[in-house]
């Protein structure tokens, strides 16, 4: 079985539309992200937990928002969605004692159209 | 701030030709640095990563050397196969007191296609 899941795999959903992504982790991680893929510009920061109870907004949380429901559960909302948020998103969990390495969910193709 | 910078796509190379992609770095202090590599359809995985100067990260027959004084971290493989074709992101990471969010950020990925 995978260690990072997201649900769902693609979505395509209309402008205005509530959308929530979905992220687990059994790897135990403490640290988990958000990122958002766009041809020609690698990915991008959107928001990181450090534990349930810390949510910290990375470099483009503008328009999202999470939750950090329980050490393995990360998720990603767009509470009204716009075309330009159209993109691939990344969950990942970050191993602090391998320097920061991360690991990477399948990820999630999302379409507003 | 910090940033990566990565060579351009995509490139396209027949099967066992001579891999090179070029990566360089402007962070604060010293980085991790690392490259992910994504195969169609799927998430990013580790490839391989350096964490200080000198420092040579290897894996799957890749090789990447930490360059301090060029601030690179310069991809290489000597013999490419059809299943290597991938996207490929240089990312750094930085740490405490500079930085507390433990981000990778990342260079725009270069698209590598490789032919039989």
């Known amino acids: 079985d995978a260690d990072v899941t997201q649900t769902p795999r693609n979505r395509i959903t209309k402008t205005g539309k509530r959308i929530m992504l979905e992220c687990s982790q059994t790897k135990g991680h403490d640290r988990m992200y958000w990122y958002r893929q766009d041809p020609g510009l690698g990915l991008r920061l959107i928001y990181y937990?450090?534990?349930?109870?810390?949510?910290n907004k990375g470099e483009i949380s503008d328009g999202y928002s999470v939750s950090r429901q329980a050490q393995a559960k990360f998720s990603l909302s767009l509470e009204s969605a716009i075309p330009n948020q159209t993109a691939l998103y990344f969950c990942a969990t970050g191993n602090p004692g391998s320097y920061n390495e991360q690991f990477f969910g399948p990820g999630t193709r999302l379409t507003v159209l | 701030g910090d940033s990566v910078t990565q060579m351009e796509g995509p490139v396209t190379l027949s099967e066992e030709a001579f891999l090179t992609i070029n990566c360089t770095y402007t962070a604060t202090g010293y980085p991790s640095l690392f490259w992910y590599v994504q195969y169609p359809g799927e998430g990013l995985q580790l490839l391989l990563k350096?964490?200080?100067?000198?420092d040579k990260g290897s894996n799957k027959g890749f090789e990447a050397t930490y360059r301090k004084e060029t601030t690179s971290f310069h991809l290489e493989k000597g013999s490419v196969q059809v299943s290597d074709s991938a996207v490929y992101f240089c990312a750094l990471s930085l740490y405490p007191p500079i930085s507390n969010d433990y981000k990778l950020s990342f260079g725009a990925g270069t698209t590598v296609t490789v032919r039989a």
């Open positions: 350096a964490t200080k100067a000198d």
């Open positions: 937990s450090f534990d349930v109870k810390d949510i």
